[in-house]
């Protein structure tokens, strides 16, 4: 494999087993077992573990932000219905059988320094994740946007939370029904199509 592809394969690696088991349980042996290389070579690009964790975190915080606006502008139009489309594509997420709950909630629970690079690269993913819902709801031109986007941003991490211990999909329905509650009291309600869309994604 070229330098980059092996770069690529440890942070594969890392992410599927920091998921499994938690940062701190997985143990840089561990990781080069998995990955199948030499311990040299993962020094060679990841100085210390907490480099690597890092690294992980950045990937998957791109990863995931990018994934989720391109599930939203590819599944609705409306700003309503995209704003909704969010927690479809949450559903997603929590129904893949890798779900173990959110990364970087479990990274800023074992890495308890608020001030350590750890914990800030976790909250800093929440906070984008959060900026992306109040660009949402300013398209929606709702009185109180950010107010708006701070409660689905809640609905959003409870929903995760429960669907962690219950490992089903129904607490992120229910969020999305209590958004759409939330929302309508505001006078702003899904089109028709994007109603239509929430009821296959609960039949599916």
């Given at each position: 494999?070229?330098?980059?592809?092996?770069?690529g394969?440890?942070?594969?690696?890392?992410?599927?087993l920091?998921?499994?088991?938690?940062?701190?349980a997985?143990?840089?042996?561990?990781?080069?077992?998995?990955?199948?290389v030499?311990?040299?070579t993962?020094?060679?690009?990841?100085e210390?573990?907490?480099?690597?964790?890092?690294?992980?975190?950045?990937?998957?915080?791109?990863?995931d932000?990018?994934?989720?606006?391109?599930?939203v502008e590819?599944?609705?139009?409306?700003?309503?219905?995209?704003?909704?489309?969010?927690?479809?594509f949450?559903?997603?997420?929590?129904?893949?059988?890798?779900?173990?709950?959110c990364?970087f909630?479990?990274?800023?629970?074992?890495?308890?320094d608020?001030v350590?690079?750890?914990?800030?690269?976790?909250?800093?993913?929440?906070?984008?994740?959060?900026?992306?819902?109040?660009?949402?709801?300013?398209a929606?031109?709702?009185?109180?946007?950010?107010?708006?986007?701070?409660?689905i941003?809640?609905?959003?991490?409870?929903?995760v939370?429960?669907?962690?211990?219950?490992?089903t999909?129904?607490?992120v329905?229910?969020?999305?029904?209590?958004?759409?509650?939330?929302?309508?009291?505001?006078g702003?309600?899904?089109?028709?199509?994007?109603?239509?869309a929430?009821?296959?994604?609960?039949a599916?």
């Amino acid at each position: 494999m070229r330098r980059s592809e092996i770069r690529g394969h440890l942070l594969d690696t890392a992410l599927r087993l920091f998921n499994e088991h938690g940062y701190h349980a997985t143990g840089i042996d561990l990781i080069i077992a998995e990955a199948g290389v030499a311990k040299t070579t993962l020094y060679r690009h990841f100085e210390t573990k907490e480099d690597l964790i890092l690294t992980a975190l950045e990937r998957r915080d791109e990863e995931d932000r990018m994934a989720m606006r391109t599930f939203v502008e590819r599944n609705a139009s409306d700003p309503v219905d995209r704003l909704l489309a969010t927690f479809d594509f949450l559903e997603t997420t929590v129904r893949d059988k890798q779900f173990r709950g959110c990364m970087f909630m479990s990274a800023a629970g074992e890495h308890k320094d608020s001030v350590g690079p750890v914990f800030r690269a976790a909250l800093m993913h929440k906070r984008l994740v959060l900026a992306y819902f109040e660009e949402l709801a300013h398209a929606v031109r709702l009185a109180e946007p950010k107010r708006i986007a701070a409660e689905i941003n809640l609905m959003h991490e409870g929903a995760v939370a429960v669907a962690q211990m219950t490992r089903t999909a129904e607490p992120v329905r229910l969020s999305k029904r209590m958004a759409g509650q939330l929302l309508a009291a505001e006078g702003r309600s899904p089109s028709a199509r994007g109603e239509d869309a929430g009821r296959r994604t609960e039949a599916s």
